[in-house]
C-alpha cells in the first residue's frame, strides 16, 4: 500500500507563501500523475494542481501565477510553493499519486489564510 504524508501547512498572513511537503513510501517517479487538491470548508474538494510524465505541470485558474507543483523523484517528494496567498486559499491541501488505475490519498494538512 503506497502512503502519502503530507506536511508544510499552517496559519500565515494574506500575501505570505507556505511551501506544502507530500513525501511517498515510493519513488514518485513510479507515479504518472500527481497532484494537490484542497476543500475549503462547505465545499467539494477541488484540483489546484498536477504534474504528469515528463514534469508537465497544469493548474486550476485561480492559482495561475502564485502556486508552483515541482517534484523531487530522489527525495520521494511533492511540493506545492504556494504565494500571495488569499482568505480563498483556506481549506486542507490533499496529495494524490496514481499508478495505472491505483490511486492513493494522502490524509491532508491544513493551510488557514488569516491577519
Known amino acids: 500500500q503506497v502512503q502519502l504524508v503530507e506536511s508544510g501547512g499552517g496559519l500565515v498572513q494574506p500575501g505570505g507563501s507556505l511551501k506544502l511537503s507530500c513525501t511517498a513510501s515510493?519513488?514518485?517517479?513510479?507515479?504518472?500523475?500527481m497532484a494537490w487538491h484542497r476543500q475549503a470548508p462547505g465545499k467539494q474538494r477541488e484540483l489546484v494542481a498536477s504534474i504528469r510524465t515528463g514534469h508537465i505541470a497544469n493548474y486550476v485558474d485561480s492559482v495561475k501565477g502564485r502556486f508552483t507543483i515541482s517534484k523531487d523523484n530522489a527525495k520521494r517528494i511533492l511540493y506545492l510553493e504556494m504565494t500571495n496567498l488569499d482568505a480563498e486559499d483556506t481549506g486542507v491541501y490533499y496529495c494524490n499519486g496514481r499508478i495505472g488505475s491505483d490511486e492513493f490519498w494522502g490524509q491532508g494538512t491544513q493551510v488557514t489564510v488569516s491577519s
Open positions: 515510493i519513488s514518485t517517479f513510479l507515479m504518472q500523475h
